[in-house]
């Protein structure tokens, strides 16, 4: 340890040694409160651990204190390609022949039309979906019409474009659940785009009588005539695509553009030329939006012919009892199973539903191990001249568990956990006989089931108690708050103690280097004293 001054070593005394010699033997009590506050961290932090290995004790028993720990099923399907099964721990056991006569679907509706995908397919107008009324309130596309059907709220189906041909669309009503009651109709009460149009003669210049989008198709073929020279249309063309396909066309005595109309967004075709011209349309007009109507009733999805999938129920049977469901996931055909529909097929298919009491058996094993880890942990606190071992909440509580574990509870056929294989072995640690467990759960389910479960039940009581040491406010944070407080305590003895020993230190530093200073005086006196006495002796 540095003394933080340096003496002068004339008097062949080491000064630094002494004061590190005295400082060690004052520090003592300050090392031994430091040893206090590392053990108190070592005893908190095993609060800590013990906190953790006891909460997971706690749901090793919370998993064996409720009747669904005894619900163990094994299922079994002869065919998990057409049907599979899971079962819940209400299962009945038993063999069940299904057989899948039809599957549950949702109904699929396509337009009879297709479209191209710029194609405005409607301006306004109403359609009405399986009840439910969808409003066109200008131009729309079949995407655009796509977002106004799924936009409508508590529509009953889900809408989209998919490609018929190259270049062509149509609009796909799907219902959004499936099941013969979810089947739907569809009314179309929507206004087609105007037909391209033009007065039948005219001098000079015209304009077409009707307005487009710009990119909107305003012919799908046909022909144009104008001042007896034809015009063909060859596909979809926009009102662009015909002004070209006019200026192209040989001989023709006009010229042809695209203006915007007054309206933004609008625009419509100019024809100019020298003289009168007589036009003659033969255009074919852009297809209007159609679904099949079979019946010709003005509504389509009414008839089988008039949907690509018609909405069903499930049909099956098991063990030849008839079963109608509106889906394909079937939960009250076989008590506590829920089966799930994937093929249809005339062969049958069976189900098995064995009860399975390994799962009950693996969580009476966990809570063995956790017990056991426990256990382990508290005799290494024993053993730990630092440890917990000897605090007496932790006597409290192996004295506890050993109690609940081995107490009696109920009078059913089994009242301990001993009798059904659960017991103590030569080491105080808990063992499972698996032999032992399997006869009594064969012998008597319901009264394991009692033992472990019942309102009096062995785990019921132990999750009690454990709860009663982790709670926010149990015992073991009240151990481990109390050593916090003991630690606060000591930081501020350790504190004030090294003060004092800074002080202390500094005051003997002051003495120690006053009496080196006063001893190197009379040093340098004695030598001049016996230099004069030499003087005197030459005379």
Do not use: C
Not at 107 to 113: K, P
């Amino acid at each position: 340890m540095s003394s933080g001054i340096t003496f002068s070593g004339a008097n062949g005394i080491d000064w630094n040694m002494i004061l590190n010699a005295v400082m060690t033997q004052e520090q003592l009590p300050l090392i031994t409160m430091q040893t206090q506050k590392a053990t108190l961290t070592t005893r908190s932090s095993a609060f800590g651990t013990l906190a953790t290995k006891l909460g997971a004790l706690g749901t090793a028993a919370e998993a064996l204190k409720v009747s669904s720990a005894f619900g163990g099923r094994t299922v079994t399907t002869t065919d998990a390609s057409r049907v599979t099964a899971t079962a819940g721990t209400d299962s009945v056991p038993g063999i069940y022949d299904i057989v899948v006569n039809e599957l549950a679907r949702a109904q699929v509706t396509a337009s009879s039309s297709t479209h191209a995908a710029e194609a405005i397919v409607a301006s306004s107008g109403t359609m009405t979906i399986g009840g439910k009324v969808v409003t066109v309130t200008g131009d729309v596309t079949l995407q655009g019409l796509a977002n106004t059907i799924n936009d409508t709220a508590d529509i009953g189906v889900s809408a989209s474009v998919v490609s018929s041909t190259s270049g062509r669309y149509r609009l796909v009503l799907t219902g959004k659940e499936s099941g013969s009651a979810e089947a739907f109709t569809i009314t179309k009460a929507l206004v087609p785009p105007p037909p391209l149009a033009f007065a039948a003669e005219f001098t000079d210049e015209t304009t077409s009588t009707s307005t487009h989008p710009e990119s909107a198709i305003v012919a799908t073929g046909g022909t144009l005539t104008i001042g007896g020279v034809a015009v063909t249309v060859a596909g979809d063309v926009t009102l662009q695509g015909l002004a070209d396909a006019i200026n192209g066309t040989a001989s023709i005595g006009v010229e042809a553009s695209v203006v915007e109309h007054g309206v933004s967004g609008r625009y419509e075709l100019v024809l100019a030329g020298t003289g009168t011209f007589a036009i003659t349309n033969g255009l074919v007009a852009p297809t209007p939006l159609a679904f099949v109507d079979t019946d010709s009733d003005g509504i389509s999805g009414d008839s089988a012919l008039d949907n690509a999938v018609a909405a069903t129920n499930a049909e099956l049977t098991v063990n030849n009892v008839s079963v109608s469901a509106p889906t394909n996931s079937i939960d009250d055909a076989i008590v506590g199973t829920t089966l799930n529909l994937l093929k249809k097929d005339p062969e049958v298919v069976t189900v098995s539903v064995v009860k399975d009491d390994d799962a009950t058996k693996a969580k009476v094993q966990k809570f063995v191990d956790t017990y056991n880890d426990l256990l382990t942990f508290a005799q290494q606190q024993t053993s730990s001249s630092t440890g917990i071992g000897r605090d007496p909440m932790l006597r409290q509580l192996r004295n506890d568990l050993r109690d609940l574990v081995s107490g009696e509870y109920g009078t059913g056929e089994y009242t301990s956990l001993a009798q059904v294989g659960v017991g103590f072995d030569r080491s105080f640690k808990l063992s499972l006989d698996s032999t032992l467990f399997n006869e009594a759960m064969s012998s008597s389910a319901v009264d394991v089931q009692s033992l472990f479960t019942g309102a009096t039940g062995v785990f019921k009581s132990i999750v009690s108690s454990i709860d009663a040491y982790t709670e926010a406010d149990g015992l073991i944070s009240s151990s481990r708050t109390r050593i916090t407080d003991q630690m606060a305590v000591l930081d501020g003895r350790l504190l004030s103690m090294q003060d004092r020993l800074a002080v202390r230190r500094a005051s003997l530093q002051r003495e120690y280097l006053a009496a080196d200073q006063m001893m190197s005086q009379l040093s340098s006196q004695s030598g001049s004293l016996s230099s004069l006495g030499s003087q005197y002796k030459l005379f």
